[in-house]
């Protein structure tokens, strides 16, 4: 069945290092890829989206590309910021349903 | 402001009282659903609907029931809740009816605890 699996966590950065979160799936179709982001005590949000093979989705300086021949969905960010601490989510979408990863927690220390 | 609101934030319970968490949207989005969020596991889906009077199981859909009888709201039934019903609940709506260009708008929680 489809699935998203991402990078483990927790994972501590100090502010300006270059962040990395790695997410590959499993799907039957053409699904659409979304990154969600969800901050203490908050509902998930949604951070960036790619909805084909080769999109480049793109928010608030977080980068990640749909990758069909390697089936993956990297998120990235080349300066992270200490409100950037949050947990971060990968998922997709196949029409009828979401599949979500298991969230990666991201702490940026001053 | 568009947003999705779950009724209540917290709440105990003990086991085999009967609940419901209330869920409503203002976006008048075709497509909602419900997930449980627990550690190590991520958010699994509980249940979704792609309309009105339309409703189908998801990967944990045992336990619970739900209606959606007008399409902003979809509350979450618990007929007889058990301690492993402990955890973060999320509804989330989003429009074209799930379809793979819609992102999902999340509400802020439930946490339930099941004594």
Request: one cysteine or more.
């Amino acid at each position: 069945g489809d699935s998203v699996t991402q990078m483990e966590g927790p994972v501590t950065l100090s502010e300006e290092a270059f962040l990395t979160i790695n997410c590959t799936y499993t799907a039957t179709g053409y699904p659409s890829l979304f990154w969600y982001v969800q901050y203490p005590g908050e509902g998930l949000q949604l951070l960036l989206k790619a909805t084909k093979a080769d999109d480049k989705g793109s928010n608030k300086g977080f980068e990640a590309t749909y990758r069909k021949e390697t089936t993956s969905f990297h998120l990235e960010k080349g300066s992270v910021q200490v409100s950037d601490s949050a947990v971060y989510f990968c998922a997709l979408n196949t029409g009828n349903q979401f599949y979500f990863g298991t969230g990666t927690s991201l702490t940026v220390i001053p | 402001e568009a947003q999705v609101t779950q009724n209540p934030r917290y709440l105990i319970t003990v086991t085999g009282k009967k609940l419901t968490v209330t869920c409503s949207q203002n976006m008048n989005h075709e497509y909602m659903s419900w997930y449980r969020q627990d550690p190590g596991l991520g958010l699994r889906q509980i249940y979704y609907s792609m309309n009105v009077e339309v409703t189908d199981k998801g990967d944990v859909p045992e336990g619970y029931k739900v209606s959606r009888k007008e399409k902003r709201n979809f509350p979450l039934i618990l007929e007889s809740p058990s301690p492993n019903q402990t955890s973060l609940y999320f509804c989330a709506s989003s429009s074209h009816r799930g379809s793979e260009n819609s992102p999902l708008h999340f509400g802020n929680g439930t946490r339930l605890t099941v004594t």
